[in-house]
């Protein structure tokens, strides 16, 4: 297979974007529910209007199950599907819906790993720079406290208190990045 020339290249690297940015913000609405993120900071509210007009059309078809929104979950799967087929039509290749839907699963998956990597890194460095109590009153670091804490909680839990130095961080990624690293041997 050839290639793909600069016009395509600049299709798919625009398409992905334009599902991206909105998927992801689906991802964050989902795992704030999850761990009942503070439903009023301001990036919260943000998600929820960008994210509410499809889910309320979804959502009397498609009922929560318990915590889980599984509208935004199957509007999340559809549009990495829709993404997917477009950067495949876009480079001209025939594949099968049963591949397109895989890999887009897969993604979608990728996509959630790196949501946590980053709230990670998020929460350290703004422990770093906003030392001395600041950092509570942050959106930011509020929200990624809240998606951290299920998996930090446990990890700090198990570990011996080691005083100023916190390795629960250390230890979430290198068990994100080989979580990573089975999901794209998929």
């Known amino acids: 297979m050839a290639a793909a020339g600069t016009g395509q290249e600049i299709a798919i690297f ?4 334009v599902f991206g940015i909105y998927i992801i913000l689906l991802i964050l609405r ?12 301001p ?14 059309v979804l959502r009397p078809v498609i009922p929560s199950l318990g915590r889980f929104d599984l509208a935004a979950i199957v509007l999340m ?9 477009l950067r495949v039509i ?26 946590f990597i980053i709230a990670l890194i998020v929460e350290v460095v703004m ?3 906003q030392a001395g109590g600041g950092a509570a009153n942050n959106p930011i670091m509020r929200l990624a406290g809240a998606v951290n804490r299920p998996i930090l909680g446990p990890l700090r ?9 916190d390795f629960s961080p250390m230890i979430a990624l290198v068990g994100l990045y080989i ?6 041997s998929f």
Do not use: C, H
């Open 14 to 17: 625009l398409v992905s974007v």
């Open 90 to 115: 876009i480079l001209g290749v025939d594949v099968g819906i049963g591949i397109i839907l895989a890999a887009a699963i897969r993604e979608l998956l990728t996509t959630v790993i790196w949501v």
């Open 179 to 184: 979580l990573l690293i089975v999901v794209r």
């Open 43 to 56: 990036i919260s509210q943000t998600i929820v209007m960008l994210t509410d007009p499809p889910l309320r």
């Open 157 to 165: 839990r198990a570990l011996p208190n080691t005083g100023a130095i």
């Open 127 to 129: 422990s770093w720079i």
């Open 77 to 85: 799967v559809l549009l990495k599907f829709i993404e997917v087929w």
């Open 30 to 41: 989902t795992i704030f529910g999850l761990v009942r993120a503070d439903y009023y900071n």
